[in-house]
């Protein structure tokens, strides 16, 4: 039997990001992690898990003390002796980010080298959210401990949430990538992809074609197109949400993410899709005001709630 908590399956990485001349931060995010952090905030009591594999070097170790000092555990994820994080950093055009990264031998890359242990942190999960990226930076041995993991979560009554989150880079081949989006999308109950990631994968000329695609395999589909209306498509019919309009975006990183995890804290809360997606409007909204991945949690609990940031 599922139990009230919620887990991300991913890598969290080091992320350093432009300031003001030759000055950078450290901080830590990427995609999956990134949705937790939103979820974990606007989930109450909830507790938190962010299932990955970790190093043995100082700044895994930070990692695990930063994610400890913001309520999230790491469940029975491995500690892997010699390994480190992956790094990443994001240099901004106006509000636009670029990404260059350094994470071919990151720890995460082994979450699944125990699969007893991936099994035992998904246990008593009321959520499991994971995405393309963490069946990207896998091996094809790994993606199906990971997803026979997933699959017996979801038999247990865990909800599974998966966002595709298509990255080219990380696939040797596009037929490979489509082919294991495929086999995640089996076992998930809400698919939350972005239409530009489905248009270079599948082709798919509009979001009205992704998500009649997406809805004969997920019960429950939301598809995210930036500013543009979000498309929900679920119990045979469609419904399109307009977004929330920021004339000066700061900064885009994340916003996307905390669209998938405000959405599925609604969703977890009892809310409609429709309400749930208005509240991951807004979210998303108020990301995209702030520097970084990560936004303060009272920002994204205002924003979910309606009030005035």
């Known amino acids: 039997m599922a139990g009230n908590g919620i887990a991300s399956i991913g890598e969290c990485m080091l992320e350093l990001s432009g300031q003001v001349g030759p000055n950078w931060r450290m901080g830590f995010a990427g995609d999956t992690f990134n ?13 938190a898990t962010y299932v990955s594999a970790f190093g043995d070097d100082p700044f895994s170790r930070d990692q695990i003390k930063f994610l400890a000092e913001n309520g999230i555990g790491v469940g029975d994820s491995p500690v892997i002796a010699g390994a480190r994080p992956g790094l990443y950093a994001i240099t901004l055009t106006g509000a ?54 997933v699959a017996k979560a979801r038999a247990a009554g865990s909800l599974i949430a998966f966002d595709p989150n298509y990255r080219p880079r990380l696939w040797r081949r596009r037929e490979e990538a489509q082919a294991a989006m495929l086999e995640a999308l089996a076992v998930a109950d809400i698919a939350l992809p972005t239409f530009p990631d489905e248009q270079m994968l599948f082709g798919d000329m509009t979001p009205q074609e992704s998500a009649e695609r997406l809805r004969k395999l997920v019960g429950e589909v939301v598809v995210k197109n930036g500013e543009e209306p979000a498309l929900i498509a679920q119990s045979g019919t469609l419904q399109s949400v307009p977004a929330v309009h920021v004339a000066n975006p700061v900064d885009t990183t994340g916003a996307g993410d905390s669209f998938n995890g405000a959405y599925l804290a609604a969703r977890l809360a009892g809310h409609a899709p429709t309400e749930a997606v208005q509240r991951a409007h ?3 909204a108020a990301v995209v005001q702030v520097r970084g991945a990560l936004a303060p949690f009272e920002t994204l609990r205002a924003a979910f709630e309606g009030l005035a940031i």
């Open 35 to 47: 949705t937790l952090w939103a979820l974990h905030a606007l989930s109450g009591e909830r507790p």
């Open 96 to 149: 636009e980010r670029s990404f260059t990264y350094w994470r071919a031998d990151a720890a995460a890359r082994q979450l699944a080298s125990d699969p007893a242990a991936l099994q035992k942190s998904l246990e008593n999960q009321a959520l499991v959210y994971f995405s393309g990226i963490t069946l990207a930076i896998l091996d094809e041995d790994a993606c199906k401990v990971l997803l026979t993991a």
């Open 282 to 284: 807004r979210v998303a």
